[in-house]
């Protein structure tokens, strides 16, 4: 995952940790995972409608 490994990853933790604290964090990290979902979705639909325009059979069944 973008080149970091086990002790990259729990610095970064730690050092969020400390800035964010304990009560913010959680919070923090649902805020993020529900930015993360609604870009998936975002891309998903939108690889749906770029599929749909380009299926030759779709138009003629329209």
Do not use: C, Y
């Amino acid at each position: 995952m973008f080149g970091l490994g086990t002790a990259e990853l729990l610095i970064i933790l730690f050092i969020a940790l400390i800035v964010l604290g304990p009560k913010e964090l959680p919070k923090m990290a649902r805020t993020l995972g529900r930015g993360i979902r609604e870009l998936q979705r975002a891309k998903d639909d939108l690889t749906k409608n770029i599929e749909f325009e380009d299926d030759p059979d779709e138009k003629t069944k329209s």
